[in-house]
Each structure stands twice: as structure tokens, then as C-alpha cells.
């Protein structure tokens, strides 16, 4: 018999096999390849007009805004798979180095895989950047995309060691992106002593060829690097960190029967939150902090809107500082809300399945989630109107307060609707774009005067036009916006249930997994 000799792994036939595996996971959910597209073209194409003038009018860089898209697209769908590819696969990597792998190696891979998405990712943007306006600097613009992908790459993966639940890493994330592009030189003033520590602030200058004239002996494009090698470097020890932490695993509780079974469920669920109190804190500190931001940069401006006030439409002239900050609340309800909804479903479906083979019944355990959403709901609408009501006094208090709940409680149950569907990482993209476009784009009147005909068929359109009226006017002349908005609410609740029983009901249905 002849002897078969099997030539030892190297480093080399380890890196490739282990890049490969880790590319074709991410290849395989489709929802991946979906936003690589949909992310880039919603920044790039869609967003990139609007934001310009947004720039313009809030005194950042202006039209040079529409290059820099393709950096916040890169870093947007960097920062969030690299940040999903670490939390979800810490416990496997840490058995693979146990069984014998070098952990170098396995980390290596790991890196090289995060590079290989950031180049994916980058190209994605660019190709959306070429196609809007052309790339009047190929070299710099290509350079500066690739540095935003590592840069929030590193972010993603520091995020995913430390921060286990994808509610909080997700927000934290979020969090970090929007306080670098919204408050950074892009949309804001470059020379703000304030946001020279954000981590794209040089990079963003440098990108769009307008020098800050501050960056000292390293210049823009020095400092650029310094954060681009710095945040490899990062990348490098929090990954190596997390394959030697193994974490206990979720325990379960007992079912009850009928009113029970909903008071059960619901105390479950508000437990788990009361267990992660750096959910509330987020909940409480991104709109405290957003909103009070967009006090601070907003300049001495008027701007003309097209309200209704006691009958009658017509343009309506308001100081900038006065309404900024009351128009920007509704941004952050209406996103952290949607994550609040999209994740209490995610994080509970196993154990729902679970419950419900227990005994219980569908109508109190979904009861029960929408209760533990209805809590952050609450959270993310009360501290966000406690820091509104210092910087911006609505006309009509009640009217306004219910806008920001009917909006709030809207987008919630969106993401209940889009868990389901798309699972986390899709999820989440999913959750950022939409009131994204919505809120922020579509309705924002910092934008047009009034919505575009085709941001009537938007979700938020209804409730957004109530909180306008309740928030710069001093009668109540939306009672047809308002219904649009409880239909809105209605339509996605019966979807939402539709979901929630097609789901747990089918232990051996799945969503798409990331």
C-alpha cells in the first residue's frame, strides 16, 4: 500500500482558504449584494443633490458634498458588515484558534476579508459617483472612498468586539456616522475647532481638494493617513482580542397562558432591556445630542416654507435657529425608533418559536412585543422632545408631541416589518435608508418649501405634515394628513402581525441571514 503524504497547511493556503470561505458567507445572503447596490445609490445618486444644498445652507462645503458621498456610502457599508462579521462570528473563531489555528492567521484572514469588502464596497460608490457626476480627480477621490472603508471598517470592528448587542453596536455605529458626516466639514463649518477630532474630518477635506489650512506639518492628507493606519492597526488588535472572549449564553424563561401569558412576555421583554443599560442610554443620548447639535451649527438664516395655518395655504417665513433643531427631531425618532423595532423582533424570534411551542399564543406574545416597542418608542419620543423643548418652542405643544409618537410608532413597526424579511445586517441597512430618505430627504423642509407629489406616498408624509403644523403654526388644519398617517399606522400593524405569525408559527421557515 502506498503511503499518502498530505503537505502540511501554510500561512498563505490558510489566508486564502479562510478569505474565500468568509466571502463566499457574505456572497451567499443576497440581501448583501442587494444593498452594495441600494446603499450607493440612495448616497450617491439620490441623496447627493439634496444634501449639496443642505451644505449650502448650513455653511459646509457645498456642491463639493456630491464627491464625498461615495466616502460616506463606503464607510456606511464598511463600518456595518465588518461590525456583523465580528459579532457574529466571535465564538466560532475563538473555537477554530482553540482546535489549533494560529490565531495570527485567523485573524489575517479576517483583516484581508475586511479589505477585500472595502474595496467592494468603495467601487460600488464610485460607480454611482461616475454615474451622477463624473470624477473630476480619479486619483484622490478613489484614494479618499478606500480610506472612509477602512477607517469605519476599523470602527465596525472595535464596535463588535466591545459591544455585543447588534441593537447597541448598530446605534453606536449609526451614532458615529452621523455625528462625522452631519456635524463634520461636509455639512458644517470645516473650520469648527470642535470637529477636528472626527474621524473623516481631514480625510473629507482632503478628498474634495479644499485644504483646512489647520492641519499643521502633516497637512490633510498626513492626518488622513495617520486615522487610515491607526484604525488598520485598531482593526488588528480588537480582532486578535476576539477570538480569546467567550461569552455565557442567553437564558430563557417559562410561558404563562392567556392575560398571563401577555404580562409574562411583556416583563420579559422590558427585563432584557432594564439588563442592557446601555440600550436606554443610547436611546436617550443620540437624539439629546443630535437634536442639540443641529441647534448649535444651524446659521442666521430665514427660509420660507408652504404651511396651512387656519385655512388658508401660503408661503410662511420662519428664522433658521427658531425651527432648525424642532424639524430635526423627527429624523431621530423615526431611525432609532425603526431599530428599536427591527431588533426586538430579531432578538426574540428564536426564543418566540420556543415560547410558542411552550403553549403560548400568538396574539398575547406578539401583544407583548409590541409593548416592549411601544416602551422604546416612549424612551426615544420622551428624550428627544425633553432636549427639543430646550432649543425650540412648537406652536402647538400637544399636536406636536402626538406627531412625534404617530411618526415614531410608524417606523417601529416598519422595522418589525423588515426584520422578518431581512434579516440583521439587511435590516439594518434597510433601517438607516428609509427614514433616511423619508424624513430626512424627502419631507425635510430645509430642503423645498413643500414634499414633492411623490413624497406623499411615503410613510412619514402624514405625520411629518401634522408635526410641521403643530410644531410652525397656531391652528390645527391637518386632519387629512393625520388620517393618512393612522392608515399608514393600521396598514403596517396587520402586516406587522401577518409577519410576526407566519414567523415564530413556522419553526422551520427562515429569514434571510446575514
Not at 423627527?330 to 426586538?344: E, K, M, N, Q, R
Not at 401577518?498 to 419553526?507: D, H, I, Q, T, V
Request: glycine share 10%; proline share 6%; aromatic share 8%.
Amino acid at each position: 500500500m502506498t503511503a499518502v503524504h498530505h503537505r502540511p497547511a501554510t500561512a498563505a493556503s490558510d489566508l486564502r482558504l479562510f478569505v474565500r470561505r468568509f466571502l463566499a458567507d457574505y456572497a451567499r445572503n443576497p440581501v448583501n449584494l442587494l444593498v452594495l447596490v441600494l446603499v450607493p445609490v440612495v448616497f450617491v445618486v439620490v441623496a447627493a443633490g439634496p444634501m449639496a444644498d443642505a451644505a449650502k445652507l448650513l455653511g459646509g462645503i457645498g456642491p463639493a458634498v456630491e464627491t464625498a458621498t461615495a466616502g460616506w456610502a463606503a464607510g456606511f457599508l464598511a463600518g456595518i458588515a465588518m461590525y456583523f462579521q465580528t459579532r457574529s462570528a466571535r465564538t466560532v473563531d475563538r473555537r477554530v484558534v482553540v482546535a489549533g489555528l494560529s490565531a495570527r492567521r485567523l485573524v489575517a484572514a479576517r483583516i484581508v476579508t475586511g479589505l477585500v469588502l472595502a474595496v467592494m464596497v468603495s467601487a460600488a460608490a464610485l460607480l454611482a459617483l461616475l454615474v451622477r457626476t463624473g470624477i473630476d480627480e480619479p486619483g484622490r477621490v478613489i484614494a479618499g472612498t478606500l480610506m472612509f472603508a477602512v477607517i469605519y471598517l476599523a470602527i465596525g470592528a472595535l464596535v463588535g468586539t466591545l459591544v455585543r448587542n447588534p441593537v447597541n453596536g448598530t446605534v453606536v455605529i449609526l451614532f458615529i456616522w452621523i455625528m462625522d458626516v452631519f456635524f463634520g466639514p461636509s455639512l458644517g463649518s470645516p473650520d469648527r475647532v470642535a470637529t477636528r477630532g472626527l474621524p473623516t474630518h481631514f480625510l473629507t477635506l482632503w478628498m474634495v481638494d479644499l485644504p483646512s489650512r489647520h492641519g499643521g506639518r502633516l497637512g490633510d492628507l498626513g492626518w488622513a493617513l495617520v486615522w487610515t493606519v491607526t484604525a488598520l492597526a485598531i482593526a488588528w488588535l480588537v480582532l486578535t482580542r476576539s477570538t480569546q472572549i467567550a461569552h455565557r449564553s442567553p437564558r430563557r424563561s417559562r410561558p404563562g397562558s392567556g392575560w398571563d401569558q401577555f404580562v409574562i412576555g411583556l416583563r420579559l421583554g422590558l427585563r432584557d432591556y432594564r439588563r442592557n443599560p446601555v440600550l436606554l442610554v443610547l436611546l436617550v443620548v443620540v437624539p439629546v445630542i443630535f437634536i442639540w447639535l443641529s441647534k448649535v451649527i444651524t446659521p442666521d438664516e430665514t427660509m420660507v416654507l408652504t404651511l396651512v395655518e387656519d385655512g388658508t395655504s401660503g408661503p410662511l417665513t420662519f428664522w433658521l435657529p427658531d425651527m432648525h433643531a424642532g424639524t430635526m427631531t423627527p429624523i431621530a425618532v423615526a431611525s432609532l425608533a425603526t431599530l428599536a423595532g427591527l431588533f426586538v423582533v430579531l432578538d426574540s424570534r428564536a426564543g418566540d418559536r420556543r415560547l410558542m411551542q411552550a403553549g403560548f399564543r400568538t396574539g398575547p406574545l406578539l401583544s407583548a412585543r409590541l409593548g416592549v416597542i411601544g416602551v422604546a418608542v416612549l424612551v426615544v419620543t420622551g428624550a428627544s422632545l425633553a432636549v427639543t423643548a430646550t432649543v425650540f418652542d412648537p406652536r402647538q405643544w400637544a399636536t406636536y408631541v402626538g406627531a412625534n409618537l404617530l411618526l415614531a410608532a410608524t417606523y417601529a413597526l416598519i422595522g418589525v416589518c423588515l426584520g422578518p424579511i431581512f434579516g440583521p445586517v439587511g435590516g439594518v441597512f434597510i433601517a438607516f435608508l428609509v427614514p433616511f430618505l423619508d424624513i430626512g430627504i424627502a419631507q425635510s423642509p430645509m430642503l423645498r418649501p413643500e414634499p414633492a407629489g411623490w413624497a406623499r406616498m411615503l410613510p412619514g408624509y402624514g405625520a411629518d405634515r401634522v408635526l410641521l403644523d403643530g410644531g410652525l403654526t397656531a391652528h390645527f388644519d391637518q386632519t387629512g394628513s393625520l388620517l393618512l398617517g393612522l392608515a399608514w399606522l393600521f396598514a403596517l400593524a396587520v402586516l406587522a402581525a401577518w409577519l410576526f405569525r407566519r414567523g415564530p408559527a413556522a419553526p422551520g421557515r427562515t429569514a434571510l441571514r446575514a
